[in-house]
């Protein structure tokens, strides 16, 4: 995830409640919606689906990064995690 600072500011209680139920899948769907938790659990929610609905939720844009690559995924949480990432993002799409 890469975040801009002010959104980080004015988010603190959403994010506290979207940490605290990363590990429970309905517990997160239930913070997105009855819509979101009918399409999770019937098997229709789509991934632009829930790229939409989370970027009404934050007030911003959000996407998913699709990838086989797991070494994709790891903690940006310092300048030099940022310059990692660009790079490998740079690596990836050649």
């Given at each position: 995830m890469v975040a801009a600072r002010d959104f980080l500011a004015r988010s603190e209680d959403l994010i506290q409640r979207l940490y605290s139920s990363r590990k429970n899948p309905l517990k997160l769907a239930a913070?997105?919606?009855l819509?979101?938790?009918l399409g999770l659990l019937t098997g229709r929610l789509t991934i632009p689906k829930l790229e939409k609905r989370a970027s009404a939720i934050i007030g911003?844009?959000?996407s998913a990064v699709i990838s086989t690559?797991?070494?994709l995924g790891f903690d940006v949480d310092k300048?030099?995690?940022l310059e990692l990432a660009r790079r490998t993002a740079e690596h990836w799409r050649g």
């Open positions: 913070l997105f919606g819509p979101f938790l911003g844009r959000v690559h797991a070494e300048m030099e995690d």
